[in-house]
């Protein structure tokens, strides 16, 4: 008898520490129509799988608000971290200049957005005093996080795909590295997420960061794949009248259907951004470029601003691509009559000419497999910096690897607790929809 109490206690005490486990796990906040959660987080190791759930009766305020709570749970210092990842990007002489941009752009941005993020920022106590590095989150500052690309900017990228008899599934197959600073605390890394939106009638998966509400990486569930680039051309900043371009990809995704209409939405001579870009799109059986070049005019007279790169489209002069069936991007306009911001660049031309020879050696099919070998070539050093002409390298933070006509999507995410980046990147399997 004094066995079996004690088995029933031990079994009890063993159980608790179980159950905690289990509930630190999976955080579920917003309660919605007929108890549905409105946002779900769940910690993956080395990253959060975020849904949210637009079905569930939440307003864009609320869903924000709920997101916020959520985060705080998932991640008790957000708040440091992103304010921390912040200071570390702008300095003291910057930093009233960024609050500027941000306001002037806030006023352009779809309100639903607006509400989302001014909900999560209600829940980070920082208000509306903005100071730099004081480990609080002003709404100021949770908008800078949100226009990141747009008032601070990115770094490097690069993007490859094939498709048609070059694919060994005759289906577009591609890879998308995003190369950016890390955070002196390796910041991001920590808060690295895919992120599930749920519509009533269209679902989009982001690749991104917790709280961060555009689309850097993503594509929705009519198999249209979008990818942001950096590409700066030199020309003077403004942000007075503009938009954000990551925000309104995640417009476009939500409500487009075809890489044509998104594509012709992110063109549209309406919509004016703070810095030129590129745009790599994708779908079943295509991918192309949108060179997104509205500051200058292009070399040859021709006024090129913003069009699309096809894998025969003319470049400019010097610069070749040369492969059927493919197309490639590092973070340079390359249509002929556009600006030259690659010709000179030392970052961007090794990348390219690496990326050539890499898928050039693999044959004229390739299987998803050597596309993600082709992106990760970093002659056996990741440690090095992107000058080195290194696909992979030390400011690689993930590397996507995806089949628009499977949603098959694997994911490298550089880990939470280390700088150092891995020899050999090691890329998850990752159920979306």
Known sequence: ??????????FIVWSIPQLSFAEAKIIREGLGKQGKAGVT????????????????????????????????????????????????????????????????????LEQDYKDEIEGMASKFSG?????????????????????????????????????????????????RNLDWYAGDHNELPRLQAVIIFKYPDVQICSIGYLGYQGILTGFNDH????????????AFYSSLGKRSYPLDLRFALEQKTTLNEVASFMLDLHHNYTVNHLIALADSTQSKILENNFSRSGNTGQQLRRALRGANSRLNPGITWGISDAIGSVN??????????HTSNQFNTKRWENMKKQLLAKGPVVTIDELKAVASYNHGSPGAFTDSGDLYNKMTLYMVAFQPDTLSLQVFFHPRHTRNAPKKPVFQNIGVF
Not at 1 to 10: G, V
Not at 158 to 168: C, P, T
Not at 223 to 234: P, Y
């Open 1 to 10: 008898m004094k066995k079996r109490i004690i088995m029933a206690i031990l």
């Open 41 to 108: 987080i769940i910690d993956q190791g080395n990253y959060f799988k975020v849904i949210l759930e637009y079905t569930s009766g939440l307003t864009h305020r609320q869903m924000g608000e709920a997101l916020g709570t959520a985060i705080l749970k998932a991640v008790p210092d957000y708040k440091t971290l992103v304010d921390s990842y912040l200071a570390e990007n702008i300095t003291n002489y910057e930093y009233p200049e960024i609050v500027m941009r941000v306001a002037q752009l806030k006023v352009n």
């Open 332 to 341: 340079s306009c390359l249509l002929y009559g556009n600006i030259d911001n």
């Open 223 to 234: 198999k249209v794949f979008a990818a942001i680039l950096d590409s700066t051309s030199g």
């Open 127 to 175: 208000g509306s005093k903005n100071v730099r590095g004081d480990h609080q989150l002003s709404q100021d500052e949770f908008y800078m996080f949100n226009l990141f690309p747009d008032v601070v900017r990115g770094t490097q990228c690069n993007f490859i795909a094939v498709f048609g008899k070059r694919s060994s599934t005759h289906q577009t197959m591609l890879t």
